[in-house]
């Protein structure tokens, strides 16, 4: 039997986070994209046996806490989900904020942690309250035309918020919480008319998230949304690196001002405030998105030898 890993299980808005804080994997150091690498060549068992079932579920985001040797920062993190690693995750970045908080290793003030993808910085505001101040991101094309199979013609946006995305308003869906099976065959069908057409985002990567807007009842918000990851599953909380997405988009027509707040609405009714600053060159944004994160399990986690499937049901 390998070492209990002891997990803080949280949840950002609905959206689960399992953060692993002993028992993982050495990774060698360098710089957390390479970390991430290797962890993506050699330790896909481990990955599986922190998220998927029978131990976890489709819709959990595992977070690995990993040396750093970046001058501003103590720690990396490496985010994953059921299918492989992520770039960055907002709501896991979150969650992180809360799950040190309840450890008591969280101080407020600003904490840098590098991603994969660069220096991040969280504040925790209060015991269940982060802010975020993400990668730099922005919109790299605007209305794009495809034609999803089976559905018809379509337009969309193509940003990064630490992730790719292609954000539409104009779908045709009803994004409410009771038509999720409906909303995933939509988007699965944009993900699979992105690749044919050979639409990819600026670094020839995939555009891996789906994110429709739709109108909100929700006096508190300024707009609802429905994001379906890598791996099928759609996220409960407004998606932070989409809300990310979302104000880089915003900014660049003009409807969001600088530090002007954007309250984004999740499919499950939560909802993350979101502002941006122009980077100096005017080329990118620097997004900040607030949320709320609860910790929801403490636990350790056991791999018996004898049993068949202790690292996960690989998908
Ligand atoms: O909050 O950025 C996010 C996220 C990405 C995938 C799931 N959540």
Redesign the pocket.
């Known amino acids: 039997m390998t070492n209990p890993i002891r997990v803080i299980d949280s949840h950002?808005g609905g959206?689960p986070t399992r953060i692993v804080i002993s028992g993982g994997p050495d990774l060698g150091g360098g710089t957390v994209l390479e970390q991430m690498q290797v962890f993506n060549e050699k330790f896909d068992e481990f990955r599986r046996a922190i998220v998927n079932e029978p131990r976890g579920w489709d819709a959990m985001?595992g977070a690995l806490l990993v040396p750093s040797e970046h001058p501003d920062c103590d720690h990396g993190i490496i985010?994953f989900?059921n299918v492989g690693s992520?770039w960055?995750?907002?709501?896991?970045?979150?969650g992180l904020g809360v799950t040190l908080k309840y450890l008591g290793q969280a101080d407020y003030g600003k904490q840098k942690i590098e991603s994969p993808v660069g220096v991040i910085e969280y504040s925790l505001l209060d015991d269940s309250t982060v802010e975020l101040t993400n990668v730099p991101s922005y919109r790299f094309r605007k209305s794009v035309e495809i034609d999803v199979a089976g559905y018809g013609p379509a337009t969309g946006d193509i940003a990064w918020?630490?992730?790719w995305f292609f954000l539409m308003s104009d779908h045709g869906q009803d994004v409410h919480v009771r038509n999720v099976q409906q909303l995933t065959q939509y988007c699965t069908a944009v993900t699979e008319s992105l690749r044919d057409s050979g639409i990819t985002g600026e670094d020839g990567k995939e555009i891996d998230?789906i994110e429709l807007f739709a109108p909100t009842d929700n006096p508190a918000a300024d707009s609802k949304n429905f994001?379906l990851?890598p791996g099928l599953q759609y996220?409960r909380?407004?998606?932070?690196?989409?809300?990310?997405a979302k104000v880089a988009c915003l900014l660049a027509d003009g409807v969001l001002e600088p530090g002007q707040v954007w309250r984004q609405e999740s499919i499950v009714g939560s909802v993350f405030e979101g502002s941006a600053q122009w980077t100096a060159d005017g080329t990118r944004c620097i997004p900040t998105i607030r949320g709320t994160a609860f910790v929801t399990a403490d636990a350790n986690l056991i791999l018996q030898d004898a049993d068949p499937l202790r690292f996960g049901i690989e998908r």
Do not use: K, R, W
């Open positions: 950002t959206e985001v985010f989900n992520l960055m995750c907002g709501h896991g970045t979150i918020g630490g992730n998230h994001v990851c996220d909380s407004p998606c932070g690196t989409g809300t990310s």
